[in-house]
């Protein structure tokens, strides 16, 4: 069974940080591109981070440019957040899809979903 699963969330002060885990099991032919997007009740969901196969690529949000890095070990992926603040509150989600999606940042072209993960940063 394809699945993705999240840890790492949790109630962290602004200014703290925090690194989420992904764990992907995925039996596609592809190399497939690891990203991560959160989203808050009410709201569309919003790319943060992905990350190519080989891990040599790597694309960010505008919002989290220079505080959060993506990065990967085969089938793990890992979101460290630094310099969290109170607007970073979110479920985060990590999803898998093609490789063409890596720099598109929208969420329908990827494919597998993991449940999410709360992050919440209190100020």
């Known amino acids: 069974q394809e699945q993705l699963a999240e840890s790492g969330g949790g109630l962290v002060q602004a200014g703290g940080s925090l690194r989420l885990s992904c764990r992907a099991s995925?039996?596609?032919?592809?190399?497939?591109?690891m990203g991560w997007f959160r989203q808050v009740p009410g709201k569309e969901r919003e790319f943060v981070a992905s990350i190519s196969w080989s891990g040599g690529s790597t694309y960010y949000g505008d919002s989290v440019k220079g505080r959060f890095t993506i990065s990967r070990d085969n089938a793990m992926s890992y979101l460290q957040m630094n310099s969290l603040k109170p607007e970073d509150t979110a479920a985060y989600y990590c999803?898998?899809?093609?490789?063409?999606?890596?720099?598109?940042?929208?969420?329908?072209?990827?494919?597998?979903w993991g449940q999410g993960t709360q992050v919440t940063v209190s100020s």
């Open positions: 999803a898998t899809g093609p490789p063409y999606v890596i720099s598109r940042g929208l969420a329908h072209e990827y494919e597998l």
């Open positions: 995925v039996r596609t032919q592809y190399a497939y591109v």
